[in-house]
Nanobody, 128 residues
């Protein structure tokens, strides 16, 4: 069983930065691939970024955040996953969710259905 709790959301002006934190409660943290998704009102849940299990040497980013505005990292010692968000835009406004795949799933995936465990989400609002 994996429990995920997001924090770090809030209100920020366009061009600003936020750092989201996903704290995981699990005995197998190092074995999980984690991802961040987001969902704006009236829209589908959208892939933002993912980091593979273990050392996290493989990452992936959604098309809307490419260009290195966002960066995903993990700390296996603290059992936390981070999403550093820079140069924020009003269109980044959404609820951001942390998700985890089953342990040692062989490939990094970007689809919602590939993730078994989900947090409750943290709101990010970017004002223009």
């Amino acid at each position: 069983q994996v429990q995920l709790e997001e924090s770090g959301g809030g209100l920020v002006q366009a061009g600003g930065s936020l750092r989201l934190i996903c704290a995981a409660s699990t005995r197998t943290f190092g074995g999980h691939t984690f991802a961040w998704f987001r969902q704006a009102p009236g829209k589908d849940r959208e892939f933002v970024a993912a980091i593979i299990y273990g050392t996290g040497r493989t990452t992936a980013y959604g098309d809307t955040v490419k260009g290195r505005r966002f960066s995903i990292t993990r700390d296996n010692t603290k059992e936390e996953v981070y999403l550093q968000m820079d140069s924020l835009k009003p269109e980044d406004t959404a609820t951001y969710y942390c998700a985890a795949m089953m342990p040692f799933a062989p490939n990094l995936r970007i689809g919602v259905g590939a993730y078994r465990y989900w947090g409750q989400g943290t709101q990010v609002t970017v004002s223009s």
